[in-house]
Each structure stands twice: as structure tokens, then as C-alpha cells.
């Protein structure tokens, strides 16, 4: 039971480049969660995706984009990156019942924009 | 909005010192309420949460008591240890909210404790 994987753990990226940073879960949870984590600011959402099939926008979507590609996976795609974009990125899951609320961590994508 | 505040860091505790991490909430409705730890290199992990007003969670010897009246939960623990330094974040939830399914976090607090 690998509980929340993210791939890649490391990315460098140049202003304008693209990529998609990749999430796995293997709980059979219905919710999945894209946060970023920058110093001094905790986390803030950038999209979730309810159950399969749905997302929505959280705190910070601007810059980027989601796909729920079925119930285990929920990828998060930076179109054209930017500085700005440089952060730690977390993933993580919940099911949709009783322990709603509480949710399973991935390592984290340290991504840097230069 | 919903937001929650915690101490600055970062802390830094001699081993078997008293802790305690301030952590205060603003919020419309009731929330339930949590602490996070994320050790160094890893993801977050549940430490301890309080569903209502009054209520006492605790785990690892880290205890949070559910404060309405001061809209306060903070963490405490008796005796830290050297493998208790990690980033401890405090976190709402209000389940019925507008934002659905968002947990909201404070900005974290360092903790280092030295042997």
C-alpha cells in the first residue's frame, strides 16, 4: 500500500516551458487535492476534484490546469511556467465519507522556474 | 473568510522541554479543527484533530483542546523529544462551506529541538 505517490520529486523548468506533475493514489479515495506550499504561507489549494469526473478551482488556480484522469490519478499540467510558479507541490486524497476531512499526503514535486 | 493564524518560528526547544504552539481560528461557521506535522523531506501527516467545541485530541503525547470560546486550538506537549522536530501546521475545516471540500492551514511553525 503505497498510500499518495508524485512524480517527479525534482524539476527544473525554463520560463515558458511546460509540464505535468503526476499523482497516484491507491486508497480508493473519491477526492483529490493540488496544493502548493511556499515559505511563510502554509498551503494554499490550487485545484480539487470532488470524485472521478469533476474539479474545481481552488485558491490559486491562475497558471494552471487539472485532470482527474480516473479515480486513482489526478494530474496538475503548468501550461507555459513562470518564476512565480517556483514551490513546493503537494498532492493528496480523502474519501468521501466520515474522514472527509482528513487528507493523505504525497512527498511533494520541488519544482523551480528560473 | 475562514483563515487561521498560528505562532511565527522558528522554535527551538532543548530535549524533554515543555512545548506549546499557539494557534487561533477565524471562521463563520463550526469548524473541525487539526494539527499536520511534515517531518523534513516529507509530505504532511495527520497528527491530531477535534470535531467540536470542547473536545481533546491527542497523539504521540501531543494533546490540542477545541477552544470556541477563544476560538483557540493550541498544541502542547510534555517532554519533546529530538525526532519532534518537523513543521507543525494548523488547519481548519468547515464542512458545509461554499469552498466544499478545502482544508485551510495556517503558515506552519519550525520546531527544532536540540539534544
Known amino acids: 500500500n503505497a498510500g499518495v505517490t508524485q512524480t517527479p520529486k525534482f524539476q527544473v523548468l525554463k520560463t515558458g516551458q511546460s509540464m505535468t506533475l503526476q499523482c497516484a493514489q491507491d486508497m480508493n479515495h473519491n477526492s483529490m487535492y493540488w496544493y502548493r506550499q511556499d515559505p511563510g504561507m502554509g498551503l494554499r489549494l490550487i485545484y480539487y476534484s470532488a470524485s472521478e469526473g469533476t474539479t474545481d478551482k481552488g485558491e490559486v488556480p491562475n497558471g494552471y490546469n487539472v485532470s482527474r484522469l480516473n479515480k486513482r490519478e489526478f494530474s496538475l499540467r503548468l501550461e507555459s511556467a513562470a518564476p512565480s510558479q517556483t514551490s513546493v507541490y503537494f498532492c493528496?486524497?480523502?474519501?468521501?465519507?466520515?474522514?472527509?476531512?482528513?487528507?493523505?499526503f504525497g512527498p511533494g514535486t520541488r519544482l523551480t522556474v528560473t | 473568510g475562514d483563515s487561521v493564524t498560528q505562532m511565527e518560528g522558528p522554535v527551538t526547544l532543548s530535549e524533554e522541554a515543555f512545548l506549546t504552539i499557539n494557534c487561533t481560528y477565524t471562521a463563520t461557521g463550526y469548524p473541525s479543527l487539526f494539527w499536520y506535522v511534515q517531518y523534513p523531506g516529507e509530505g504532511l501527516q495527520l497528527l491530531l484533530k477535534a470535531t467540536k467545541a470542547d473536545d481533546k485530541g491527542s497523539n504521540k503525547g501531543f494533546e490540542a483542546t477545541y477552544r470556541k470560546e477563544t476560538t483557540s486550538f493550541h498544541l502542547e506537549k510534555g517532554s519533546v523529544q529530538v525526532s519532534d522536530s518537523a513543521v507543525y501546521f494548523c488547519?481548519?475545516?468547515?464542512?458545509?462551506?461554499?469552498?466544499?471540500?478545502?482544508?485551510?492551514f495556517g503558515s506552519g511553525t519550525q520546531l527544532t529541538v536540540l539534544p
Open positions: 493528496a486524497s480523502s474519501d468521501g465519507t466520515g474522514g472527509l476531512w482528513e487528507q493523505y
Open positions: 488547519a481548519l475545516f468547515l464542512p458545509f462551506s461554499g469552498s466544499a471540500r478545502q482544508l485551510t
